[in-house]
């Protein structure tokens, strides 16, 4: 997924998560600090480059140092970004800051990475995160396992999004019913720019109204036992949408 190139869009996406910016130098260290105890998958990514998955290491007084990623070509690439951006999470609570370039060095004798501490960092609770609608057509592919009629796929429109879940939208006579409490299993999200993402939801309500003259289901779903790197790229997408809903809104204010 490409980074937006106005800065007043990355400005107003930011001033939207400004309460869950941690900005006190020890707040931030904590955090770190997490990452690096809890040995979290972190997700590290330059300007329009592919993501890289390394690890915390140690922090230094002024820097924290990560492991080199396991595609040697990505290294020089994190050398040489003008800006790059951390995702990961701990214990389920979004973690995101941005730092400098990487330094190449050594950890104990290994190869590693170095940058400078970010200045800030983004904590962001799974209750707190926010659900869009997305701007154009998002599906997902639902598998309907064989006591709902046969082993077959269906496919689906998402309502909204968000990091903690998402609402599904079926319609009334498809062979899969969701019921509230029902786990739905390998559920292929086709994330725009970023390739499928296959997830495990848990439905917490059903309603059904009409629309254009039929019945539709709406199943608001809970995402069950994320992986870090998929909650990264949940909470990077919808990050997107938040860049993209502001946009519009000042366009429609202009």
Not at 4 to 26: C, G, I, N, T
Not at 57 to 78: H, K, M, Q, Y
Request: charged letters at 30%; a neutral charge; glycine letters at 8%.
């Amino acid at each position: 997924m490409t980074d937006p190139a106005p800065s007043a869009s990355r400005d107003d996406f930011e001033s939207m998560y400004e309460k869950y910016m941690l900005h006190h130098p020890a707040d931030i260290r904590a955090r770190l600090r997490q990452l690096i105890d809890k040995r979290c998958t972190v997700m590290v990514r330059a300007p329009g480059q592919e993501d890289a998955t390394t690890a915390a290491l140690a922090l230094g007084e002024r820097s924290i140092w990560f492991d080199v990623p396991r595609d040697a070509d990505l290294t020089p690439r994190l050398q040489t970004a003008e800006k790059l951006r951390f995702e990961s999470a701990i214990e389920r609570i979004g973690v995101r800051f941005t730092t400098g370039p990487a330094r190449l060095g050594t950890y104990e004798g290994l190869p590693a990475l170095e940058v400078d501490l970010p200045e800030k960092l983004i904590h962001l609770q799974r209750r707190d995160y926010v659900r869009r609608e997305p701007l154009s057509s998002l599906g997902c592919t639902l598998s309907v396992p064989a006591s709902a009629g046969g082993d077959h796929k269906i496919t689906a429109r998402i309502a909204d999004i968000g990091g903690g879940g998402l609402a599904v939208l079926t319609s009334d006579d498809a062979a899969l019913q969701p019921a509230v409490g029902d786990e739905l299993e390998h559920v292929v999200l086709e994330l725009p720019e970023d390739g499928p993402l296959t997830v495990r939801l848990r439905v917490q309500h059903v309603a059904k109204f009409e629309q254009n003259g039929r019945t539709v289901m709406r199943a608001g779903c809970q995402f069950v036992q994320l992986s870090a790197q998929d909650q990264a790229r949940l909470v990077r997408y919808v990050m997107h949408l938040d860049r993209l809903h502001s946009i519009r809104r000042r366009e429609l204010g202009s």
